[in-house]
């Protein structure tokens, strides 16, 4: 991740397009990715990143809301989003759920997983952003794509 | 995700449970796949395989086949570019 832009840098180099707090419930996950899709649309990114990222979005959410908040809707996601000047897109998802060790997670790609139903959304979002952090034990993701 | 991968599911068990073990599933209308379907679709296509039948996707979008390929599971499937091509696979 460039030097410049981490996430000391409130309101520094990066612009924010949203920031919206959601019950957590998955309507709301369509909800954040439709307004996520707009602002894509209007910065005029590439269909292809614009799905990547869309799909990236989508699997974060979901994780925030089945997991972080086992899908209670008096919990709440929060999810932003920012552009730097140079057209790199942040976007960060949080959750107020008890947070998880992301390096004791399984690969996906182990061939005994192969044919297990779940368990691929965390490593799907690495796939498809160009730079991923967790923090906060698990409770926020921040995703990059350049 | 949600209603949609649910509504899928259960037209598959229900379909499975009727004895149809040979299934196609098109994927014209469908402009990505997420993890929650990717997960259904890998689970039923060992549930049909281990039945003596097969789970076969029809025009997924170039979007579906590079999510599948990300994680590694797009060579278990035969993929066809319309449901006859497909139907006739399983005689």
Same mark, same amino acid.
């Given at each position: 991740? !460039?030097?410049?832009?981490?996430? &000391?840098? *409130? ?7 949203? &920031? +919206? ?5 998955? &309507?709301? /996950? @369509?909800? %954040?990715?439709?307004? %996520? ?8 990114? *590439? ?9 990236? #979005?989508?699997?974060? +959410?979901? &994780?925030? /809301? /089945? ?5 209670? =809707? ?7 989003? @920012? /552009?730097? *000047?140079?057209?790199? %897109? ?7 759920? =008890? ?5 004791? +997670?399984? @690969?996906?790609?182990? !061939? ?9 959304? #965390?490593?799907?979002?690495? $796939? +498809?952003?160009?730079? #991923? ?6 409770? $926020? %993701?921040?995703?990059?794509k350049y | 995700m949600g209603p949609a991968v649910d509504g899928l599911r259960q037209t598959i068990e229900e379909t499975l449970g009727n004895g149809d073990t040979r299934l196609i599933l098109n994927l014209a209308e469908v402009p990505m796949i997420d993890s929650s379907g990717i997960g259904l679709v890998v689970r039923f296509l060992a549930s049909t395989k281990q039945r003596g039948g097969n789970l076969k996707l029809v025009q ?32």
């Amino acid at each position: 991740m !460039p030097a410049d832009l981490t996430d &000391n840098n *409130p309101g520094g180099d990066l612009s924010e397009l949203l &920031n +919206l707090t959601v019950p957590a419930d998955l &309507n709301s /996950v @369509d909800t %954040i990715t439709d307004a %996520i899709a707009a602002n894509l649309e209007s910065l005029q990114v *590439p269909e292809q990143k614009r799905l990547e990222i869309g799909l990236a #979005v989508q699997e974060a +959410l979901v &994780n925030a /809301v /089945v997991h972080g908040c086992k899908g209670d =809707p008096s919990k709440h996601v929060t999810c932003r989003m @920012d /552009v730097d *000047p140079s057209g790199r %897109i942040l976007i960060m998802v949080s959750d107020p759920g =008890p947070g998880f060790d992301v390096e004791r +997670l399984p @690969d996906p790609k182990q !061939p005994e997983r192969t044919h297990h139903d779940h368990g691929r959304g #965390v490593y799907l979002i690495r $796939q +498809l952003m160009d730079d #991923v952090r967790f923090e906060r034990g698990g409770r $926020q %993701i921040r995703m990059w794509k350049y | 995700m949600g209603p949609a991968v649910d509504g899928l599911r259960q037209t598959i068990e229900e379909t499975l449970g009727n004895g149809d073990t040979r299934l196609i599933l098109n994927l014209a209308e469908v402009p990505m796949i997420d993890s929650s379907g990717i997960g259904l679709v890998v689970r039923f296509l060992a549930s049909t395989k281990q039945r003596g039948g097969n789970l076969k996707l029809v025009q997924p979008s170039k979007f579906a086949i590079q999510t599948l390929r990300l994680v590694g599971v797009l060579n278990l499937f035969e993929i066809f570019d319309n449901d006859d091509a497909a139907i006739a696979s399983f005689t």
